[in-house]
């Protein structure tokens, strides 16, 4: 049974008002909800990743000091609520780019027996393959829902997937992410 993975979707990143709002992210939110709900639907462990980030920004990347995004406790911080996180779902808190970064995540995943992953979420160039990388070098399997993957641009998104999947990622449409279902 794969574990959907939903990377991001706060509203810094998705809503038009979020301190970093990317173009595409809003327009993700459908087919992540439907992904969510087929999964949930299947009893799929669900993992939300989420980054969070002191006032300050002294826990963030370099390049932004001094104007954090998701700042813990605040309206950017939040999941958008067609996202929101059940009360047994899971949740990992990060502070850069990839989810595997001095995070619980590879504890998370040892709990539910390192499975099949189904990564959606925003942003395609910096968290998403971060995250993707981190994910291959522990030779999991996983695939990225299409529709549920955002970037600024189509463009960048496309050299993304191109990029992606000549390492081994499968891309995966809501179609058929739709369509797998648990064994008997």
């Not at 291959?136 to 695939?143: A, E, I």
Request: hydrophobic letters at 45%; proline letters at 8%.
């Amino acid at each position: 049974m794969p574990a959907l993975m939903i990377i991001d979707m706060q509203q810094d990143f998705v809503s038009p008002d979020g301190a970093a709002c990317v173009a595409q992210a809003l327009p993700s939110v459908p087919a992540i909800a439907a992904a969510l709900k087929h999964a949930r639907d299947q009893g799929w462990p669900v993992i939300h990743i989420v980054r969070e980030h002191d006032p300050a920004g002294l826990n963030t990347e370099p390049f932004r000091k001094g104007r954090p995004v998701c700042v813990s406790g605040t309206w950017g911080a939040e999941i958008v609520p067609e996202l929101a996180p059940l009360e047994n779902e899971l949740v990992v808190v990060k502070t850069r780019f990839s989810a595997f970064y001095q995070t619980a995540l590879d504890e998370v995943l040892n709990s539910l027996n390192w499975p099949e992953l189904v990564i959606c979420g925003t942003q395609l160039p910096n968290c998403l393959r971060g995250t993707v990388h981190d994910a291959v070098n522990r030779d999991l399997t996983l695939s990225l829902l299409v529709e549920g993957c955002s970037a600024q641009t189509q463009p960048v998104a496309e050299a993304n997937f191109y990029d992606m999947a000549n390492f081994g990622v499968r891309l995966l449409s809501l179609a058929d992410c739709m369509a797998m279902t648990n064994p008997e």
